[in-house]
């Protein structure tokens, strides 16, 4: 079966500082993978999505970059944090082809003092 | 654009009662599919349930329904029996079919009482 990680759970950092938060899948080959940040008691907003191996796609402009060095590892980072970038970060996968639900992670709770 | 809104931000029931919650989309496409997620206090996101536009059957998933009414955009989620452990923070979200991003609702926060 498929598993999702993330760490680190939970991060505090001050502002100004670099950021890398970490996604990786087992139990599949290939996958869709996203990077989404949730504001307090709010929805969700797409950040990037990768369909493939350095295949970057940015919804929102703003402080944050994505890559994907390898099939399975999604990498979300800032070189500068500002306070906005306070949130609760969620990977989540899905088959490249097929059903293409998306299947998320545990979550990375960021706070930027 | 697609957007996705769920008119209740806080609904409550009571345990072993039913609880409807409501979702409206817009879009122009006739190729989407439709979701309930769950998001308890650990804050993952737990699909429950899942809907394809062409299909005019409602989805089931045990104690979890939808009413899919796609002439009027809307998709609501019926929870049965509802346990303790339903009390969650419940999120529609829309996808397109021929794309790869999720919109999602601002959410319900479901509140059961024993």
């Known amino acids: 079966s498929q598993t999702i990680h993330q760490w680190p759970a939970t991060l505090v950092q001050p502002v100004g500082s670099p950021l890398s938060l970490e996604c990786t899948v087992e139990?599949?080959?290939?996958?869709?993978l996203y990077w989404y940040r949730q504001a307090a008691g709010r929805g969700l907003q797409l950040l990037f999505y990768s369909v493939g191996i350095g295949q970057i796609s940015s919804e929102v402009p703003q402080n944050l970059s994505a890559s994907r060095p390898q099939d399975r590892q999604f990498i979300l980072s800032s070189k500068k944090l500002l306070l906005s970038d306070s949130g609760f970060y969620l990977c989540?996968?899905?088959?490249?082809?097929?059903?293409?639900?998306?299947?998320f992670g545990p979550g990375t709770r960021l706070t930027v003092l | 654009a697609q957007t996705v809104t769920q008119s209740q931000p806080e609904m409550s029931v009571q345990e072993a009662e039913t609880v409807t919650l409501s979702c409206t989309y817009d879009?122009?496409?006739?190729?989407?599919?439709l979701f309930w997620y769950k998001q308890p206090p650990s804050r993952q996101m737990i699909l429950v349930i899942r809907?394809?536009?062409?299909?005019?059957q409602n989805a089931t998933e045990n104690r979890f329904s939808v009413n899919f009414q796609k002439a009027a955009k809307s998709f609501s989620l019926k929870i049965s029996d509802s346990q303790l452990g339903d009390a969650a923070m419940y999120f529609c979200a829309y996808r397109s079919g021929s794309g790869s991003r999720l919109t999602f609702g601002e959410g319900t926060q479901l509140t059961v009482n024993p």
């Open positions: 139990g599949t080959s290939n996958p869709n």
């Open positions: 879009t122009s496409e006739s190729d989407y599919y």
């Open positions: 989540a996968w899905s088959l490249l082809r097929g059903t293409d639900t998306q299947y």
């Open positions: 809907q394809e536009a062409y299909k005019q």
